[in-house]
């Protein structure tokens, strides 16, 4: 059966002498895998198609096992993204996260659209390891995990100070902070980035402009959660460190449509 898709290239895999097993994320049928023949050799024409990070629409012949890829035609090819170290990086671990992260053939639009919105904002130059968080706070439903967010999650309130729980996956307001002796203290600033970042779509938020300490500190809290609670660890995370250690042959750009920090 041949099938037309929709997809986004999550990654490659050399096989023989000239060929690819390629994962892609379709917007149809979810994460699938296809033997791309020939696409190692420069001239195929499924040789651009198959990057990484490629978003296009693929022509795939499904059988039993495993589908071949027939034909592909570009959508977005996100040339910034192989362009910069940086880009690439952050990239790398969005893909990485969600393909990590979803089964095999389950359709779920919503991943592909954040997907879709994450590499289209970092293609666009916006603070990539910003948007690396956006994914990362946005996909732990995926992995069964429902932080408390919204409301205490030991009394239900939605008033007063509130504090990150690990025990609890979520808020504590500061009537509760007794029911877990390693909270987490927040700013009601800290409380409000949390929260756009899990519920307030890549697309719907524009540019923000967030300093170094903050970034560090809210993805402190969402990769404790992933280690805790999923088991989740990415290779390409450590490569993410090591750009961290070395600032002064990346350093940041500044942002020029907004200088306050969100939550400010």
Not at 40 to 63: D, E, M, V
Not at 68 to 92: K, N, P, V
Request: proline residues 5%; hydrophobic residues 35%.
């Amino acid at each position: 059966m041949l099938n037309r898709v929709e997809g986004i290239v999550l990654k490659t895999q050399d096989y023989g002498e000239s060929n690819k097993i390629v994962t892609l994320y379709s917007r149809e049928f979810g994460k699938i895998t296809a033997m791309a023949r020939g696409a190692k050799k420069p001239a195929s024409r499924l040789a651009a198609i198959t990057q990484p990070f490629t978003y296009g629409s693929f022509l795939i012949q499904q059988g039993r096992g495993m589908g071949t890829m027939q034909q592909g035609e570009q959508i977005e090819s996100y040339r910034h993204i192989r362009e910069d170290i940086e880009a690439t990086a952050y990239a790398s671990f969005v893909v990485e996260l969600i393909n990590r992260a979803v089964e095999d053939s389950t359709p779920q639009p919503a991943i592909f659209n954040l997907l879709q919105q994450a590499l289209h904002a970092i293609a666009d130059e916006y603070d990539p390891e910003a948007i690396a968080l956006f994914v990362e706070w946005k996909m732990l439903p995926v992995t069964g995990i429902y932080p408390t967010l919204h409301e205490c999650a030991n009394c239900g309130a939605t008033d007063g100070e509130f504090s990150f729980s690990f025990q609890q996956i979520g808020f504590l307001c500061h009537r509760c902070f007794a029911v877990d002796p390693y909270i987490v203290r927040l700013t009601p600033a800290q409380v409000k980035l949390i929260r756009t970042f899990y519920t307030v779509a890549i697309d719907q938020v524009g540019k923000l402009t967030l300093k170094k300490e903050t970034k560090k500190f809210i993805k402190k809290i969402v990769r404790t959660i992933y280690e805790e609670q999923t088991g989740i660890r990415l290779k390409s995370q450590s490569f993410l460190d090591q750009l961290d250690r070395l600032p002064e042959y990346f350093p940041k750009k500044e942002n020029p449509s907004t200088s306050q920090e969100e939550g400010e």
